[in-house]
């Protein structure tokens, strides 16, 4: 049916001619002409009209030919979802004017019903299905419990999150409570992507890296364990959790059929980390892109051969970067389908 | 000669009857005293002025009673020295309105004459000697090479520093010679504070772990090991890299006494990593310190078995926090003192 099966046939473990290739963030603010819809039309009009995200999420297949489209949206239309109030501040980022700082406020947190409150999302999948015509598969995402709590309670962006961690560690029990609102919220949301048709799904948990080890196995691990627990029997899960190498060796033991690895965590380390079997996707260093094109084409056989052609998917270890020109990103993914 | 050497003895990897304990910012702005003489003076005027750098040094010995005293001051005033002029901007942090763009700014970069440029950083130091009378050792510090070019590029903090990153990699010789230029003035630095009597130094790389494995190598690395090779006969050397346990391994074959660790990588990891041999410091979470003082207690504990009594220095994962209650500080460092 899919005319490039790459992706699935690599996150089945399968062998392959060569790796396939995506990018985080590639329906994003390095095309051109996503920057002419997102002078048109702010940021949860994009995410909220089917048309704008149908056409916004097979814009980078059009444009720089990877083997995977994700669909565009935000992780944080899940708290909205849940009725905590989410802005997008020009300049700021998310904004959430009422954080969840004690019972009351949790006490008005609903777990909804995902057709309804994000119908929206299952529209722009069905639109996005019939235009990429079955030319690469559909990659569906939520954010991890964690992270999403990350939002919920520190209210905004945060090199360290230090409002959502102090909420955890004063207050575990609201926090676990959260978590599992969360959980439950993001395991609806997923089946329904499923039974919409999205081919695989993908768990960002952007902020696990600020927490020990110790606090991601009581704060993070639990929650997205549950969600790979409900999905892995219906779909492919992929889990990338940004500066998480530390929790490789779980991960790799939970059903996921892939895990994603950022640039800090090195071929061998990840294999190593990880067990050795599993497949793994990363993980070039997004501000890399930048290097002269000769020089990314060189990264890139390395990165192959590093992580080995099979149970591997070419990425970025973290979102494409803004000024990263087109011709870089079209090189990237060239380099990737042009190895062998 | 000092009545309490725990911490040098832990330095040189000697049976200790429990492990020194000290805290990275300990001299900061969770101090109500800290508060009111910053209220009273803007940043670089207390990092100038030896009276109030050594009262606010000393400030921590005698309100939260940790095994030895860090020198308050900053890393960016070796970039000041330099003549790339940085200013403190409230609620932004560091400012520095010329960054390093090209060649022509490169030219301008002095390496300085330290005991004119940075007198008021000795001058500091033997009136904090004085102060203290020999209670604890005192700690000197730097920041590494690559993390100064990542103020001196970028111009600003950043979650990314993406501008520097694209400095490193679009014109890397030119990144070579300006991190030529700081390692030499921090060598020379250094070795001055090793005459004014400061009994260790720390090197502080705060920023090596948005750098990929190879990249450290590359960018990073090879100017810490200089400044390490060059100082580790006249004093122990601490090595901190946040975020840069990829790199333990070379670290510990440097010639450093100890390397500090964070709070992601746990004391089995770092053990592992290191090669079980060299003295570690590390690597409570500071958000940590926000828990119930119990579990503080329980958590140091629990710290202390897991990394071993011996070559081990206890203190947090990064600086601490603004907002952790005095009393917190200290239940952490009692804790260490009565670990039995």
Sequence with gaps: MLKNDLFLKALAGEIVPRPPVWMMRQAGRYLPDFMKLKAQYDFFTRCQTPELAAEITVMPIDQVGPDAAILFSDILVVLQAMQIEVEMKE???????HPIQNQADLDKVVIPEVEDALGYVLDAIKLTLERLDNRVPLIGFAGSPWTLLCYAVQGQGSKTFDKAKAFCFEQPQLAHALLQ?????????????VTSGVHAVQLFDSWGGLLSPSDYQTFSWPYIQQIV??????IPVIVFGKGCWFALREMSQSGASALGVDWTCSAENARYLSGGNITLQGNYDPSRLLSPIPK????????????????????????ILPNIPVDHAKAFIEAVKNYS
């Excluded at 969360?182 to 949301?189: L, P």
């Excluded at 627990?229 to 219906?234: N, V």
């Design 91 to 97: 300049g700021i980022g998310p904004w959430l004017p």
């Design 181 to 193: 609102k969360i959980t439950a919220t993001t395991i609806a949301y997923l089946k329904t992507k």
């Design 296 to 319: 990314i084409q060189e990264d890139v056989r390395k990165m192959i051969n590093a992580f080995g052609k099979d149970r591997y998917i070419a990425n970025l270890g973290h979102g």
């Design 229 to 234: 627990s409900a999905l892995k029997d219906d």
